[in-house]
């Protein structure tokens, strides 16, 4: 059974740094991804990166681009996000999950998720 666990969550000024980090275990197929998704109050829940385990095949939101990062530690099951240049628009509640329609435009797709780790920006 896929389970996903996030930590790292904080408050930050704008500019800053922070690194989120997800225990996912149960992951033993090569169709399955790790993704992470963001939601801010009242706005619909956004896709902002996935990653395969199996290769690290990576995708990203247009807004995050350039400033976040994806990565993994096979050893540790653990996938992190490091959010780099973070503006008060990256403020929301932030969640893992995996599944196995990785489609960052889809949530639906991702059928395991995490109970979130908030991150606030501050301009």
């Known amino acids: 059974q896929v389970q996903v666990a996030e930590s790292g969550g904080g408050s930050v000024q704008a500019g800053g740094s922070l690194r989120l980090s997800c225990a996912a275990s149960?992951?033993?197929?090569?169709?399955?991804?790790v993704g992470w998704f963001r939601q801010a109050p009242g706005k619909a829940r956004e896709g902002v990166a996935r990653l395969f385990p199996v290769n690290g095949n990576t995708l990203y939101a247009d807004s995050v681009k350039g400033r976040f990062t994806i990565s993994q530690d096979h050893e540790k099951s653990t996938v992190y996000l490091q959010m780099n240049s973070l503006k008060p628009e990256d403020t929301a509640m932030y969640y893992c999950?995996?599944?196995?329609?990785?489609?960052?435009?889809?949530?639906?797709?991702?059928?395991?998720w995490g109970q979130g780790t908030q991150v606030t920006v501050s301009s």
């Open positions: 999950t995996a599944g196995k329609i990785c489609d960052l435009g889809r949530s639906g797709g991702f059928g395991t």
């Open positions: 149960g992951i033993t197929d090569r169709w399955h991804c």
